[in-house]
């Protein structure tokens, strides 16, 4: 699979953008993806508030697994986390708890010299880890864009609240990516552009992940019994869906967009691609 690597010119300008308003900030609200927390973190994100609180979202958590143990890695790194799945009202609750925490010693400031003030709180993280749907949570109403794509959201939005102001920002990516491991998971969930990626390989490089720690789920989805290859399981995913063109010949392209798709939309259950140990590397 060729070198992933994806930092279009509004990203630039987002970071920029991002830097220029950190001082108009109490602190952030930085979304990750549940299914791969450590892959979704970016460091050049949390630089932008490295001198304020910052409370982080595993979002997504109703498809991923594990959660807990990588919300109790971030607590005992002395950060703030929580696990959400922003698409459901009820979560609301830990989202505005969380957010109190983060900001509780600025508050406590204010209320001792006898004053009520409006907290402001950056939101930020890569493309498609639910940002603009946090926002939405918090709100109540349908105030910012989203979508199931990389890049929805372009510009900064203020949204006022009662009591605190948000900032969505776009979703950004390091300028470079390091760890490609860590790029080839964020593909997969849809953090980057597919039009940048070769789907065929994705799907292949999936199949073989997979493999090595969800074999059962391919079994059980498609009922795979040939492990031997990616391509013999991609053969296999044809074979079960009945992806066959005129002639005979498999229907690749249907297959990896297939098999692609089946994990984003959690066909495929409740996954993490990412282990524990990614997290205790990270400098939160």
């Known amino acids: 699979m060729k070198h992933i690597q994806w930092f279009p010119g509004h990203m630039t300008k987002a970071m920029r953008m991002m830097q220029a308003d950190a001082s108009l900030c109490d602190g952030a609200i930085y979304v990750l993806d549940a299914r791969c927390p450590a892959s979704s973190f970016n460091p050049k994100l949390k630089q932008v508030f490295a001198n304020k609180p910052v409370l982080y979202v595993l979002n997504k958590s109703d498809l991923a697994e594990g959660t807990d143990e990588f919300i109790k890695i971030m607590k005992e790194k002395g950060v703030f986390a929580v696990k959400l799945n922003a698409t459901q009202s009820g979560c609301k609750r830990a989202l505005l708890e969380g957010t109190s925490k983060i900001i509780a ?122 492990f031997t290859s990616p391509l013999a399981m991609l053969d296999g995913v044809c074979s079960r869906r009945g992806f066959v063109l005129r002639g005979g010949e498999y229907d690749y392209e249907r297959a990896y967009n297939a098999v692609i798709d089946d994990l984003r939309k959690g066909r495929l259950g409740k996954i993490c691609l990412d282990c524990p140990a990614d997290m205790l590397d990270l400098k939160l």
């Open 105 to 226: 010693e600025k508050r406590a400031k204010a209320q001792a010299k006898g004053y009520e003030r409006t907290f402001r709180f950056m939101v930020l993280g890569v493309p498609n880890t639910g940002k603009s749907t946090v926002i939405n949570l918090l709100s109540g109403s349908k105030r910012t864009v989203t979508g199931d794509k990389a890049g929805v959201t372009r510009g900064k939005q203020w949204i006022r609240l009662d009591g605190f102001e948000l900032l969505d920002t776009p979703g950004t990516m390091p300028p470079a990516f390091e760890n490609q491991t860590f790029a080839k998971r964020l593909a997969y969930v849809g953090s980057i552009n597919d039009d940048i990626l070769d789907m065929d390989d994705l799907a292949l490089e999936l199949l073989s992940d997979f493999a090595a720690k969800y074999p059962e789920r391919l079994a059980e989805r498609y009922g795979i019994t040939d």
